[in-house]
């Protein structure tokens, strides 16, 4: 806990966000760009299910778990690119 609020001192949030500024900006631009790029895959996906003549209620299904999925590894891979462990 003390590392925590150690962390939030002014000094050390400060160094911090000195040293990972582009990463922020970088991560900020890749979350606008994936959420583009889901809005348009849902799209696709819903297509083809509907193409295919799926039932309403197992492609929302599919859809939701695709959602949960895809922002499970874009926030895995947001927070490994900023070097949290």
Do not use: H, P, R
């Not at 799209?43 to 929302?60: N, Q, T």
């Not at 695709?66 to 927070?79: C, R």
């Amino acid at each position: 806990m003390k590392d925590f609020q150690k962390f939030f001192e002014w000094k050390n949030l400060s160094q911090f966000l000195q040293t990972n500024l582009l990463k922020i900006a970088i991560i900020l631009v890749a979350l606008k760009i994936s959420g583009m790029l889901k809005k348009y895959v849902d799209k696709m996906l819903k297509s083809i299910m509907e193409k295919a003549k799926m039932d309403k209620s197992v492609s929302s299904f599919l859809l939701s778990a695709f959602s949960i999925l895809y922002y499970v590894v874009l926030t895995y891979v947001l927070i490994g690119f900023l070097g949290i462990n």
